[in-house]
Antibody, heavy 121, light 113 residues
Framework: EVQLLESGGALVQPGGSLRLSCAAS????????MSWVRQAPGKGLEWVSG????????SYAESVQGRFTISRDNSNHTVYLQMNSLRAEDTAVYYC??????????????WGRGTLVTVSS | DIVMTQSPDSLAVSLGDTAIISCKSS????????????VAWYQQRHGQPPRVLIY???TRESGVPDRFSGSGSGTDFTLTISSLQAEDVAVYYC?????????FGGGTKVEIK
């Protein structure tokens, strides 16, 4: 059974930084791309960033380009999202999602339960 | 970016009746070399993460009841929920994975009438 467990969400001040982690199990981690998808309170889904199975092809939404960095550790089955220069509009539940392919341009076949990031002074 | 537009924003359907949700993409998401439409549908119940129902526009995910069906091609897609059950109350999203950035529709809230 695929399991994705996010951690690292917190209350942070504008301009601050945070690192989210997603521990994966139940599948051959390095064979699948992983993404972060966020959902602001009461709003819809927004893809934030993705990384290929090998880890060498990250991609980002324009709204976070230059501020967020995605990475993965295939030996520890974990994907990370380093978030810098946080803004109020980054407030959301951040979901870790597994893609049904080694490349990031694909649909999501498994989701974690999410971790809440609140950016506020 | 490909914009996914869903309609309606919400709908109320009686138990046992059919719910129909539309999703239109701002450009074709059909890959002619493989003859596949790069659209997925997700269900998100209150307080839960999304779960995939349909991919390749019409392929049902394993374990998804057969009352859920997807159809359409090119730029126009439909999710049909036949014989609506109480557990189908949720928000439904379409998503394109034809090109980056991956984009979702705004969501359709399905309630019981």
């Amino acid at each position: 059974e695929v399991q994705l467990l996010e951690s690292g969400g917190a209350l942070v001040q504008p301009g601050g930084s945070l690192r989210l982690s997603c521990a994966a199990s139940g599948f051959t981690f390095s064979n699948f791309a992983m993404s972060w998808v966020r959902q602001a309170p009461g709003k819809g889904l927004e893809w934030v960033s993705g990384v290929s199975g090998s880890g060498n092809r990250p991609s980002y939404a324009e709204s976070v380009q230059g501020r967020f960095t995605i990475s993965r550790d295939n030996s520890n089955h974990t994907v990370y999202l380093q978030m810098n220069s946080l803004r109020a509009e980054d407030t959301a539940v951040y979901y870790c999602a597994k893609q049904n392919s080694m490349v990031t341009i694909h649909y999501f076949d498994s989701w974690g339960r999410g971790t809440l990031v609140t950016v506020s002074s | 970016d490909i914009v996914m537009t869903q309609s309606p924003d919400s709908l109320a359907v009686s138990l046992g009746d059919t719910a129909i949700i539309s999703c239109k993409s701002s450009q074709s998401v059909l890959s002619r070399p493989v003859n596949r439409d790069y659209v997925a549908w997700y269900q998100q119940r209150h307080g839960q993460p999304p779960r995939v129902l349909i991919y390749w526009a019409s392929t049902r995910e394993s374990g998804v009841p057969d009352r859920f069906s997807g159809s359409g091609s090119g730029t126009d897609f439909t999710l049909t929920i036949s014989s609506l059950q109480a557990e189908d109350v949720a928000v439904y999203y379409c998503q394109q994975y034809y090109s980056s950035p991956l984009t979702f529709g705004g969501g359709t809230k399905v309630e019981i009438k």
